[in-house]
């Protein structure tokens, strides 16, 4: 029992921080525990936690994707151009999926081939399909979305929406495919000691491209859900996501130096996430100061357990320690 | 003994031939553009033109100075864009109000920035979080801070002290202010960079921070000093922004670190940290300068200045990885040869 409790701490501690948020909320609004509005809420962040789960795999494996928001809003647009041109939706995602896959595997072939730094390629790739986002839709947008593009948006599963099903379903098959696969595997050694992954024969480059490409896919979907939700798509689709997206990844313990977390961490802080947003919508605090709170947490949750340690050690005792890098 | 030191002195010649190469690259690709957009925007070439790109590179270089700080460390300042807006309204903001205050403004957003680019420090050494993500949380922190500060208000140009408004329009030998300033931070900051101790230490630190270690260099003072010096002169530049803009808003400068960040890797500043120079920062910033002016030139739409921008930066760190690899496969043959002499 306390060896599974040790193993699931991070996990338990989320656990703990959304039930407190999710009082703190309740507290502040008679209407939070609402079932319909709990759901309606879900669904709001369903855009971001489907490519949270696409984000995970890039960071286990000591990498990073910050263009995911530009491959959504490519997606997003994509789908409405086609839903427009009178493209079946049952035909449309394969071809808008292949394509976002198609911009996170340049992202992986330029950091696995290419050797580039991931930072520096995905913030170049950030602007360049944003730019293509805005290329592809114009000044003003696209709207006039016909009604299979939006049916996913509109229907529930029971209580629950189906985007949230979706999502859930995402985020189970990232799970299984991190725990049980040779991708996963391969991921969490390459994150490790990418060296000792090397050496030991571990297709390094495929693995990572692999990676990369999940990315690009889980941001398509997550442009799909856009689509279905708000029924039109502009360039600026989720601009600036990333910081909630990455949050997300990090707060769920997954290293950003790679080599471990779970899938059930990140499900988890993306709750906790969402609970908190929609307490503070609740409160009336404006976007931006929103943004503030997230950020605060995404430095508090990889900044927090090296605070901790610094304060038992003693300010006084410190000393630089040898860089890990050269 | 002869026959090494002779190879050494060309093999040497390789991996700082291959950075001079990178550096000539720029200039080349800079004139390649001049020619371009003269030729299908004959208004290109025009004086007045040159101004208004120079003005633009203006602000850009100097905030790219800055950034080259943090990025010779191997590091880097997403927050840069945040730092700016909330000197300038901040700043700015207590200025109107308190008119006493407004001969003061420069030294304010100099300090307030430096503490803001320190905060940024201390995440990084001490709390041990990787730059690229405490300073991903410090936009957002210090966006927060701004808008949370403003409550949606606006600080109008009418507000504004009298000489900073004049400063924006003024013209100092036919060339905008900013220009020369602009010149003679990215000259002090070269300067520091390549006389003071503390610059040479940055560039030691940056290309090899486990060698800088076991040599005895404080790697914290280094790393927090770079952050302070780059909120610093972000603040600064924030606040020319913001006499520039004239009304400012909670949003000024946001996504700025974009052009900065495009500018620095451009400009031939190697994002592994430890080579690069402040003028090549310069010269990266007026590379994106002119191709922002040329494209609006040409009547293209904005929207390809960021498709550019990011193959630019993609373009730019490809050509560093080359780099880097003639510049170590020189040193390490030159060290092996060394050995063996």
């Known amino acids: ?326 | 003994m002869s026959t090494p030191l002779l190879q050494r002195f060309k093999l040497s010649g390789g991996g700082g031939s291959a950075l001079k190469v990178r550096v000539i690259g720029v200039l080349a690709f800079q004139l390649l553009l001049v020619v371009i957009f003269g030729v299908l925007a004959p208004r290109f070439l025009s004086w007045d033109n040159a101004q208004s790109i120079l003005f633009t590179a203006a602000i850009l270089a100097m905030a790219a100075a800055g950034q080259t700080l943090v990025v010779l460390t191997g590091n880097l300042d997403l927050s840069v864009g945040s730092i700016m807006g909330l000197c300038a309204y901040v700043v700015f903001d207590v200025a109107s109000q308190h008119t006493w205050l407004m001969g003061l403004t420069v030294p304010f957003a100099i300090l307030l920035g430096a503490a803001l680019g320190a905060i940024n420090g201390l995440l990084v050494t001490y709390l041990k979080i990787p730059a690229m993500v405490a300073t991903l949380g410090t936009l957002s922190v210090y966006r927060g801070m701004v808008s949370f500060y403003a409550n949606a208000m606006e600080v109008t140009s009418g507000e504004l002290p009298g000489w900073i408004r004049d400063l924006a329009t003024a013209r100092w030998l036919g060339l905008s202010s900013y220009v020369w300033i602009a010149a003679g931070l990215v000259a002090l900051v070269g300067l520091v960079l390549s006389r003071l101790p503390w610059g040479r230490k940055l560039y030691a630190y940056g290309s090899n921070p486990r060698a800088a270690y076991y040599y005895g260099l404080n790697e914290n003072r280094i790393l927090i000093g770079a952050y302070v010096a780059a909120g610093a002169i972000a603040g600064f530049v924030g606040l020319l922004l913001g006499a520039q803009v004239g009304n400012i808003n909670s949003l000024v400068a946001s996504g700025f670190e974009m052009q900065v960040l495009a500018a620095v890797v451009i400009g031939g500043v190697s994002i592994w940290g430890g080579s690069g120079s402040v003028y090549g920062a310069a010269l990266g910033a007026i590379v994106l300068a002119t191709i922002n002016n040329g494209l609006v030139l040409l009547g293209v739409q904005e929207f390809y200045r960021l498709l550019f921008q990011g193959v630019a930066i993609v373009a730019a760190v490809a050509v560093d990885a080359l780099v880097q690899k003639r510049v170590l496969s020189a040193t390490s043959r030159r060290s092996i040869l060394e050995v063996a002499a």
Request: glycine content about 12%.
């Open chain 1, 1 to 326: 029992m306390t060896r599974i409790a040790r193993k699931f701490s991070a996990e338990l501690l989320l656990v703990v921080l959304i039930v407190l948020a999710g009082l703190w909320s309740a507290q502040l609004s008679p209407y939070f525990l609402d079932l319909n509005n709990l759901m309606n809420s879900a669904a709001f962040f369903v855009v971001f936690g489907l490519m949270a789960f696409g984000l995970f795999p890039v960071v286990v494996q000591g990498e990073i994707d910050i263009s995911l928001a530009s491959t959504l809003a490519v997606a997003s647009v994509l789908f409405a151009k086609l839903s427009v041109s009178g493209v079946p939706v049952l035909v449309a995602l394969p071809i808008v999926l292949v394509v976002t896959g198609g911009l996170g595997a340049i992202n992986g072939l330029l950091v696995a081939y290419g050797g580039l730094p991931s930072l520096a390629v995905t913030l170049g790739t950030l602007g360049a399909y944003r730019g293509i986002a805005y290329l592809l839709a114009g000044d003003a947008g696209v709207t006039g979305l016909t009604d299979d593009y939006t049916l996913l948006g509109q229907s529930w599963v029971g209580v629950v929406p189906s985007t949230v099903v979706l999502f859930l379903v995402f985020a189970l098959v990232i799970g299984v495919l991190m725990e049980t696969t040779k991708f996963g595997r391969y991921s969490y050694a390459l994150g490790a000691n990418p060296a000792a992954s090397r050496t030991a024969a571990a297709p390094v480059r495929q693995t990572r491209v692999a990676a990369y490409a999940l990315a690009g896919v889980a941001a398509g979907l997550a442009g799909f859900v856009w689509v279905n939700q708000y029924q039109s798509a502009r360039g600026d689709n989720a601009d600036g996501a990333i910081l909630f997206v990455l949050t997300a990844v990090v707060l769920g313990g997954v290293s950003i130096k790679g080599g471990s977390g779970r899938a059930l961490g990140v499900l988890l802080s993306t709750v906790l996430l969402a609970t908190i947003q929609t307490g503070m919508k609740l409160a009336n605090v404006p976007g931006t100061s929103q943004t503030l709170v997230v950020g605060l947490l995404l430095i508090a949750a990889i900044g927090g357990p090296t605070l901790v340690q610094l304060i038992r050690n003693g300010v006084g005792k410190l000393r630089p320690a040898a860089p890990a890098r050269g």
